[in-house]
């Protein structure tokens, strides 16, 4: 069972629509990650965190996606204006290190009509 | 950058046959290897990972992973599979904080 808690698990919007999704991350893991997971599997990566402070971020994410990880509080990922191209599975992932070993949550599904 | 490719999108076997699914990557440095698989419905779970010495390395559930340098390859080996082994394998490359997936591997094992 997974320790990295997503949520909502499904989400559905209209064109032009925030959309936002929450993740805690393992206990203890400093390192978050956002992947966006399309229906072909493949995995694009969007951003990652190590406490509150980004450590790397695609052009996609510094447009139209906003993400934060407040102390404290969960991490989100937004994005302030949905479009059909953004329909996928978001995973979350925290880690302990910078070692590669990720922990992921079940992810948030997005469809976006 | 690194980079992985899974040659293989979708691999059926009989259950109890032996396994192979293929991982090639690409990365200047010494990089840290793993498989993950996922399961439906479910997020990935991390099956094994190497990050030096014997190039063998031994998972969960039977599954177990061979590094070669030579051939930039890690590939994922069971001896005998079993219907619950149905899942899309990934297999990932991490060099600092980068972690860099392919694009998987569905495997389905058949009675």
């Known amino acids: 069972n997974s320790k990295v808690i997503q949520t909502p698990r499904y989400l559905v919007k209209g064109q032009g629509q925030k959309a936002k999704m929450r993740c805690i991350p393992e206990?203890?893991?400093?390192?978050v990650f956002w992947y966006q997971q399309n229906k072909n599997n493949e995995f694009k990566f969007l951003i990652n965190f190590q406490n509150q402070e980004v450590l790397q971020q695609i052009d996609m994410t510094e447009k139209r996606f906003s993400a934060e990880c407040p102390s404290n509080s969960p991490c989100s990922l937004e994005i302030q204006s949905s479009e059909a191209g953004d329909s996928a599975l978001y995973l979350c992932?925290?880690?302990?290190?910078?070692?590669?070993?990720?922990?992921f949550g079940e992810g948030s599904k997005l469809t976006v009509l | 950058a690194q980079s992985v490719t899974q040659p293989d999108a979708r691999v059926t076997v009989s259950e109890g046959a032996s396994l192979q699914l293929r991982c090639k990557y690409s990365?200047?440095?010494?990089?840290?290897l793993f498989w993950y698989v996922q399961y439906p419905r479910q997020g990935l779970q991390m099956l094994l990972k190497?990050?030096?010495?014997?190039?063998v390395v031994q998972g969960v559930n039977g599954f177990e992973a061979e590094f070669s340098k030579s051939d930039s390859s890690f590939h994922l080996r069971k001896a005998s599979v079993h219907w619950s082994d149905s899942a899309v394998y990934f297999c990932a490359v991490s060099g600092g904080y980068k972690v860099v997936f392919g694009s998987g591997t569905r495997l389905l094992v058949s009675p």
């Open positions: 190497y990050y030096s010495g014997d190039p």
């Open positions: 206990k203890g893991h400093p390192v």
């Open positions: 990365y200047s440095a010494t990089p840290y």
């Open positions: 992932a925290s880690s302990l290190s910078n070692t590669g070993q990720l922990y």
